[in-house]
């Protein structure tokens, strides 16, 4: 009987650990640069230096870890930033998501 409950526990948790995929992380530098994708110079604010960003791929039920540093440093820009993470559906973590000062603090330099 003993083993019998063990085995029950054992079978209701295996749904949780398949749910959960592997970590995936990444690391962004937001900097400033200046581009030109329409051939006029500007000022930019890029993620690694890269226009367009970088691509995150990951598959459902990766847990993603981006660990953002902001080295932006231009003084006749704003130095404080945010990133608002479309396509991934963040739960229980919307502090880390959105507008400055709306869901969460900025980052700063």
Not at 60 to 75: E, F, Q, Y
Not at 82 to 91: D, V
């Amino acid at each position: 009987m003993v083993q019998l409950s063990v085995n029950l526990i054992a079978l209701a948790l295996l749904p949780i650990a398949i749910a959960v995929g592997p970590t995936k992380q990444f690391n962004f530098d937001v900097v400033n640069a200046q581009i030109s994708p329409d051939g006029f110079t500007r000022d930019a604010v890029l993620i690694n230096g890269e226009f367009p960003g970088p691509v995150v791929s990951v598959n459902k039920n990766d847990r993603v870890k981006i660990r953002t540093n902001n080295k932006l440093v231009d003084p006749n820009m704003r130095r404080s930033t945010s990133i608002h993470w479309h396509g991934f559906f963040q739960a229980r973590t919307s502090a880390m998501d959105g507008p400055s000062f709306v869901n969460q603090c900025p980052i700063p330099p």
